[in-house]
């Protein structure tokens, strides 16, 4: 290797004196054992706290032996609520939390813009549209699976039309289809609002607007036995193309010839983020800023590299919507803050001082 | 994901491959039409393993497109062949890249893009990924790959910004990231869209360098689109010249880079010397020949050339380029030198074909030489008919007697025909004793000197 530009000819020494450590393993390994410790701690939390508070002893004892370890030592009725009541909502939190953190991620990627969120293609405002529907027919009080459908459907509605929108004369636009979402999405956004004020009920526009706040409070087994395996699958997809979707960012051109399968690659990405953000919506109505605050704080921390960033902005979001949740059990107890609410009160003004602390480098990736 | 790390591929030593087919890369009649216009036309090439071809052309001349043509980035019509392999015919649509897998594909060539990328990856992670190719699905970067991607960041020293990231970073600083992430690739074939764009004179050099190096040691082909012509002269073993889509030339640095070419291709007006050190082509830019007369040094100066056949024809151009008014005598009908001064308008005394000047020809090249500033004697060949245009010499009051010699060519040629037994080259040696020699690429120097 005869020509070496920092060579004598300038003296320069180079920084260090070889390869980086903090391997794509390491980096993975260190977040989520921090995250993970972090998540376990809030699941005894989150199960122990609420309106009927149960001392963190029974809980973290009644947790164990949910999962074969020692004997519950808490009485039948803390029992009973943490096993029907609290541990499916915790572990709804969590789920939509890491489905938002995830679909952000993948969004922000995409379109190499941190500005991105996990609706930016209209899932989001599909999903409330559905969900809407559902509620103003009664469609909702007849099975309470039906809410989630209308939404989950109504999500996988506005996806198929932006991604038409996008692919219209064969060639398909990133440009075209982050501006056909936001058309779609006002468009919806239109039909729901049109639909709350037309409806006479005042008990179904009540439940509308409480739906659209956003929330896992409802959250059954039932619901994250659904929920789990859409989002689950859709973050494992996500994950294993994560190191295409770097070569995405770097440019189209050098990924197609680093022998990336572009057109493959993205529609996976979006339809798997869209699909992990409808269940997410589906399920707890639209919670906001975390598919937008987790993956940028989570960059910030780690660094671009998809195939760590993924994984732990699912943690992180889901860590982050656990604490978020339980917080909106205790506010305002013995009444509940919708956690959407929550999410947005917190996130606004956090994510305005990131944009302050890092004004040159917030506009885009 | 799992675990798995790779050691990386090993690539075929160089010995093992290139003496069965040195041929790299066969392209024919590549053909792009895009939004409706033809970009590139029926483009055929060659490329040879160790060879760096240098393409050369002005703006939207297709070089680009060729690249990417050639990358399998965009649909292109013709044929192109990888090494002893497969080829497939146009009606498939497609070049034979394209067929090849993606894997195969991005193992076999490497391609730097023009623009410099921005994103949020830090330097080592950017020039990792150019190992991409030769890592299966799950498996990660192993400790050979590192080291591979910090042997290409020490040879574009780029270690000092291992850890920054690459949006923080200088337009020739991303374009040496992207550099090394083209080495780190290991392919056969590199395709580099003007990687010395943004680069200071010193790393346009170096980059350069390596990229030779690449070609003489891993016996790589290398295909470059270049802007700077005499750094592709330097650089390049050899040039191929793009003009509106079409290949215009092929050939060695000296053939392609011809005062001709550059006038056709790119419509400037250009001197052609050999690099003092490299003695490869060097292009000196005279100026456009539609740029704006202003000042310019030969304003208000006439130039008279005694020329004939040819040799006259590039002074012509250029020194009207340069400003000057510009008169020949006396040529024949039919002579090169004849039409290029109809071309350009000049006032020149013309004479029939395969006949001796006559009297009259004479007084009126002698009126022509009168009214000049400088006369400038070029080194065509002399006979009988045109010995009188010699003649004339001797009457021009500041004389210029131009070397002889090809233009292009670094060694200079012995001395002009002399069809008039001896009396010719008499003469010229008169005229040189008065008034020295020059080379023609040293003229306008000249007469710009003399013109004070």
Redesign the interface.
Known sequence: ???????SATG?????A???SG???KR?GGGALLLGTATIVMFVVASAVGPFNIPISHTASTLLDLIGIGESTAEPTEQAIIQSIRLPRVFMAFLVGAALGISGGIMQGLF?NSMADPGIIGVSSGGATGAVIAIASGASAVSTLFLPLFAFVGSGIAMAVVFLIASVGGRFSMATLLLGGIAVGSFLGAITTAIIVLTDDLYVQRQIIFWIAGGVDTARWESVRIAAPIIVAGGLIS??VA?DL??L???E??A??????VTLVRNTLLVSASLITGAAVAFSGIIAFVGLIVPHVV?LVV???H?VLL?LSALAGGLFLLIADTAARIVLSPAELRVGILTALIGAPFFIYLLVRNRS?AS?? | ?T?MTSSGTAKPEPASVHDLDRALLRVENLSVVLGGAMVLDSVSLSLERGVVLGVVGANGSGKTTLL?AI???LDAGGTATFGSGRSVDAASGGSELRVLS??E???M???M?Q?A?S????V???VL??R??HLG??A??GTRD??L???AM??????????R?L??LSGGERQ?V?LARVLV?QADLLLMDEPTASLDLR?QI?TM??VR?EARKRNAGVIVVMHDLSLAARSCDRLVLLDGGRKVADGSPWEVLTPENLRTAFGVEGLVEPDPVTGRPHVLLLGSANSGRGEMVGTGRTVHLICGAGSGRELMHQARVAGYTVTAGVLGTGDSDREAAERLGLRYVSAPPFSAITDEQHSQHLALIGAADHVVLCPMAVGMNNVRNVEAALAAESLLVIEPGGTNTPEGGATVADFTGGRAIKLRRELVERAGQVPESAVLFELARLGG
């Not at chain 1, 197609?256 to 399968?261: E, K, N, P, T, Y």
């Not at chain 2, 020490?154 to 850890?163: G, K, L, M, N, Q």
């Open positions: 290797m005869a020509p070496v530009f920092g060579d320069v020494p180079s920084g260090l070889g390869p980086p391997s794509v393993l993975l190499r994950v294993f190191r770097n070569l960012l770097v440019s051109d050098e197609r010839s680093l022998g990336v399968r960059r660094g671009a590299d195939r994984p480098r885009m990736l | 994901m675990s990417r990358a399998g980035l993606h894997g594909r991005a193992r060539l490497a391609y893009p623009q990328e994103h949020p990856f830090t080592f992670e950017a990924m150019g991409y190719p699905r799950f990660l970067e590192r080291a991607a910090w042997e020490e040879r574009t020293a780029i270690t000092e910004f291992a850890d990231k949006n923080t040496r992207v690739q790393h170096l360098d390596l190096e």
